[in-house]
């Protein structure tokens, strides 16, 4: 017996309702970036960076954790400091957080404090001082009022601090050196000695307090009353910007990498092997081991005094990620830095450019049966076997410093888009290549998707289409405005979207005779990249991550989690969305967190639902298994229609001609599990 529903309009498009859940997640490790600040106990050590937070490891430092529970999105963490479980991070908003949890959740603590950026930080027992650009302040204990210390201080922009029993000093950027022994009511100048008084770091190592200057490193033992210097070893353009104590050991870190001297020592010694960036921003030393945080670098670790280094990493460079490519369980990443690979969900990253060349920078991936081509901005394009063993390059035909910007597949054919060169073509994997420009009047392109038998390629001012394999083309941007560079291309469906370099998102239903702007929601107007599939369009923007609902062609944000809201490329794999970003590495979210959709249970065509598209009503058969009920899922997983129902076989008839267009699922649940199904309503 037919049964007929009726599906009235029950829905606006309430897009918050699913991705106000969907949280983004890191697969970077510590993020290789700029490490402004260490702190280390025992083996937990945390480490502040530029933009993304602190990070932390309870193993010291072979895994990273980001732990930035209460902190605000893409905070610096300028300084950090410890006292038992406690552990202070001052950031360049002018705010200082605490967390008690090993980083688990932080708690701001700012009662007071002048909401000027924290550049210097120590603790003693349970004080805190912080070093600011307008002064000192003081805070006595948790929970309360951060007071005012700066009495008798002749310079209120203070660099550093160090503390020694009750003796507290601070460094100044044009005032010298400051002693208070009465916590911080009133401040004395200690400058003799000194003749530059630009202080950039301090450290104590026994009776003996080293400080460090524009002008090379002083050195007292009279609690700063005379100082002497002790720069032999360091040449003049040497600039000391960090100091840590092992023991009797005192390492300075410097743009010209890490410093050591003993006790009591006269001269220098350079100890940096192995570190590949030497300019050194952090410094923090726990028992055996000496931390050196470093400028777009991430961190390194020494236990032999730092006569070699070993990166703490396991993570991505920081870098802007320009191209992905996921096969089975290996992740690669394309960028300035070159090409990496994780086979463990970021844990671990590893270079994979080995037959790169030096400093090469990959625009663009394509898999082909084994085979990974990577396209290199001016500098062709190379391959690799997806299980290793190193890059060539790829074939012939392709001048050596083209500069290849995209990639697109149509069965046997590898096409390689080129700013300034067109298109190339490659039909046996890459072993040879020919120039397919036949009508193409714009060389500069920049994307390329396929549609069926057709190729769509974007430029810097408009788009191009061919049907036949690139023997010739023409141009197909009716409806895009004049000077309209196109930084990305995908096809979902029927249906082509063309993102913008400043204008938004455009989309053809028609193969590209016409295009209509599809802006409705969108938190970005550069639109870096694009992915989709049958289902789902995603687009990575200069406003973070959209996802686009179909109808009304309306865009939802779903940044949640996310620290970097520049996204230049975006990738569909097994059931997740993984989005490289401009700064702060690789993220990831599943498919299924932001639609609310389930996934499937078992075979999907145990159910049919037809016709597909549809205008004004659908069928759903069953196969073999009784269904108990029915969903159906607008694209942002809002459940705009749901009814118990038993039914074995006989088709179910829903009327949708009520709703909005765009594409829509169905939910079946049946006696052995969920099965899904997707339809387009016209």
Do not use: R
Request: some cysteine; hydrophobic content about 40%; aromatic content about 10%.
């Amino acid at each position: 017996m037919k049964k007929t529903i009726l599906l009235a309009a029950l829905i606006a498009f309430y897009f918050s309702m699913s991705t106000a859940f969907a949280q983004w997640q890191p697969i970077n490790g510590l993020n290789g970036g700029t490490v402004n600040c260490i702190v280390a106990n025992g083996n937990n050590i945390f480490a502040g960076t530029s933009n993304d937070g602190v990070f932390f490891s309870q193993n010291d430092g072979s895994n990273w954790s980001v732990v930035n529970n209460g902190f605000p999105a893409n905070v610096d963490v300028n300084v950090m400091a410890m006292s038992g479980s406690n552990v202070f991070a001052g950031t360049s908003l002018g705010s200082v957080f605490m967390t008690s949890n090993n980083g688990g959740s932080w708690t701001a603590i700012n009662s007071g404090l002048p909401g000027a950026q924290i550049s210097a930080m120590v603790t003693s027992g349970n004080s805190v001082y912080v070093g600011t650009d307008i002064g000192i302040y003081y805070l006595d204990s948790i929970g309360g009022i951060w007071m005012p210390a700066d009495s008798g201080l002749t310079d209120s922009v203070v660099t550093c601090l160090a503390v020694n029993m009750d003796t507290v000093f601070a460094g100044t950027a044009g005032g010298g050196v400051f002693i208070s022994q009465n916590k911080g009511n009133t401040w004395t100048a200690v400058n003799n000695g000194i003749a530059n008084i630009n202080i950039t770091a301090l450290a104590i190592c026994g009776n003996i307090i080293y400080a460090a200057t524009q002008g090379g490193v002083v050195m007292s033992s009279d609690d700063g009353a005379n100082w002497t210097s002790i720069s032999n070893g360091m040449a003049s353009n040497v600039k000391v910007s960090v100091m840590a104590v092992s023991d009797t050991n005192v390492f300075a870190g410097s743009n010209f990498g890490v410093f050591l001297t003993s006790v009591n020592g006269t001269s220098w010694l350079a100890v940096d092997t192995g570190i590949t960036v030497p300019t050194i921003t952090a410094l923090a030393a726990s028992g055996n081991n000496i931390f050196a945080g470093i400028y777009n670098g991430g961190i390194y670790v020494s236990s032999n005094l730092g006569y070699k280094w070993l990166p703490l990493n396991n993570s991505l460079p920081s870098a802007n990620i320009s191209a992905l490519a996921v096969t089975g369980n290996t992740i690669f990443t394309g960028s300035s830095q070159g090409v990496y690979s994780t086979t463990n969900n970021g844990e671990n990253w590893m270079s994979a450019n080995k037959g790169l060349p030096a400093n090469a920078n990959v625009m663009a991936f394509a898999l082909s049966d084994t085979n990974l081509f990577a396209g290199i901005s001016y500098g062709g394009i190379y391959v690799s076997s997806i299980n290793g063993g190193g890059w060539d390059i790829a074939g012939i035909g392709i001048p050596k410093y083209t500069n290849v910007t995209s990639f697109a597949i149509s069965g046997n054919n590898i096409f390689a888009g080129s700013d300034g060169s067109g298109v190339y073509l490659s039909s046996n994997n890459g072993n040879t290549w020919v120039a397919v420009n036949t009508g193409l009047t714009n060389t500069s392109v920049w994307s390329l998707t396929t549609a069926g038998n057709n190729i769509f390629a974007g430029t810097n001012d408009g788009i191009f289409m061919s049907s036949n394999n690139g023997n010739s083309w023409s141009a197909a941007d009716t409806g895009l405005p004049s000077n309209t560079g196109i930084y990305s291309l995908a096809a979902s469906g029927s249906t082509i979207f063309a993102g913008t370099n400043g204008n938004g998102l455009f989309l053809s239903s028609n193969n590209g005779v016409s295009w209509t702007a599809a802006n409705s929601g969108l938190t970005g107007s550069v639109i870096f990249s694009l992915a989709a599939n049958d289902t789902v369009v995603y687009a990575g923007t200069d406003g973070g991550v959209v996802l686009y609902s179909g109808a009304g062609n309306n865009w939802a944000a779903v940044n949640n989690g996310l620290t970097e809201y520049s996204i230049p490329s975006v990738l569909l794999n097994a059931g997740n969305i993984i989005a490289g970003t401009n700064s702060a590495g690789v993220w990831k979210q599943s498919l299924s967190s932001v639609t609310g959709i389930n996934e499937l249970n078992y075979d999907g065509n145990e159910i049919d639902v037809f016709p597909d598209p549809a205008s004004n009503e659908i069928n759903i058969i069953t196969k073999h298994y009784k269904v108990t009920s029915i969903n159906i899922y607008n694209l942002m997983g809002a459940n705009i229609y749901k009814t118990p129902i038993n039914f074995n076989s006989a088709p179910l008839t829903i009327n949708i001609s009520n709703i909005p267009s765009g594409v829509y699922f169905v939910e079946a649940k049946t006696e052995k599990g969920i099965i899904v199904k997707k339809f387009v309503k016209e």
